[in-house]
C-alpha cells in the first residue's frame, strides 16, 4: 500500500527566507505526486503536481517540487518565504487504477512564519 | 465558476445523536470523493462515487457511516449514531472524469465536534 512520510510537523521561517518541506512516498509504481496547502478557515488548494516528465516543476505561489526517484522524495521548495504563506501543506500521492481513484496524504507540516 | 461547497461548516452534537455532511461539487464533477482529518493525523480516504454510484468505499470505518449520491450531483454523509472518535474534518473533494490521473477540488471541509 502507498504511503507518505511528511517528517516536519512544524517548521518557523522568516519571512524573505527559502524554505524546504520535505516528502517521502512509498509506491510500488510511478508515482502521482501533489502538494497541497490550506490556509486557515480554506479548503485544501493544490499548489503543484506531478505525474511525468520534467521532475522540476513549478506551482502556484512561487512554489516548486523536485521528484527524486531514487530519494522516494518530492520535497517543496520556495526561495522567499512571504508571511501569506503560514499555512499547513500536505504531500500526497495519487492511486489510479481503472476508474477508481484517491490520495494517500502525509500527516501534514504547519509553516509559521516570522516578520 | 463556483468551487465544492460543504454545509455545514461547523457542526457540534452529542453522543448517539445523527449528524448528515452536504457536499456540492463542481458542476459537471462526475467523480465524488469524501475524506476525513482526525486531529493531529493524516487526511483519509472515505469514499469514491462516479456519478451515483459507488466506486470504492474502502476507507469507511464502520456501518455507522452511510453516503449517498442520489441523481449523481450533491452528496451526503450521514453518521449515526455518533461516537466520540468521529470528530474530525470532512473534506469532500470532486474532479472531472477522465482516465488516469487528475487533479481533485477540495471543499473547506465540515469540522465535527462529537461531545
Known amino acids: 500500500a502507498q504511503s507518505v512520510t511528511q517528517p516536519d510537523i512544524h517548521i518557523t521561517v522568516s519571512e524573505g527566507a527559502s524554505l524546504e518541506l520535505r516528502c517521502n512516498y512509498s509506491?510500488?509504481?510511478?508515482?502521482?505526486l501533489f502538494w497541497y496547502v490550506q490556509s486557515p478557515g480554506q479548503g485544501l488548494q493544490l499548489l503543484l503536481k506531478?505525474?511525468?516528465?520534467?521532475?522540476l516543476v513549478q506551482g502556484i505561489k512561487g512554489f516548486e517540487a523536485e521528484f527524486k526517484r531514487s530519494q522516494s522524495s518530492f520535497n517543496l521548495r520556495k526561495p522567499s518565504v512571504h508571511w501569506s504563506d503560514a499555512a499547513e501543506y500536505f504531500c500526497?500521492?495519487?492511486?489510479?487504477?481503472?476508474?477508481?481513484?484517491?490520495?494517500?496524504f502525509g500527516t501534514g507540516t504547519r509553516l509559521q512564519v516570522t516578520l | 465558476e463556483a468551487g465544492v461547497t460543504q454545509f455545514p461548516s461547523h457542526s457540534v452534537i452529542e453522543k448517539g445523536q445523527t449528524v448528515t455532511l452536504r457536499c456540492d461539487p463542481i458542476?459537471?464533477?462526475?467523480?465524488l470523493y469524501w475524506y476525513r482529518r482526525v486531529m493531529g493525523k493524516e487526511i483519509k480516504f472515505l469514499l469514491h462515487f462516479v456519478k451515483e454510484s459507488k466506486q470504492d468505499e474502502s476507507g469507511m470505518p464502520n456501518n455507522r457511516f452511510l453516503a449517498e449520491r442520489t441523481g449523481g450531483t450533491y452528496s451526503t454523509l450521514k453518521v449515526q449514531p455518533a461516537e466520540l472518535e468521529d470528530s474530525g474534518v470532512y473534506f469532500c473533494?470532486?474532479?472531472?472524469?477522465?482516465?488516469?490521473?487528475?487533479?481533485?477540488?477540495f471543499g473547506p471541509g465540515t469540522r465535527l465536534t462529537v461531545l
Open positions: 473533494a470532486s474532479s472531472q472524469r477522465q482516465k488516469g490521473p487528475r487533479e481533485q477540488f
Open positions: 500526497a500521492v495519487g492511486l489510479y487504477t481503472g476508474t477508481a481513484s484517491k490520495l494517500t
Open positions: 509506491y510500488g509504481a510511478t508515482p502521482y
Open positions: 506531478y505525474f511525468s516528465g520534467d521532475t
Open positions: 458542476s459537471g464533477h462526475d467523480n
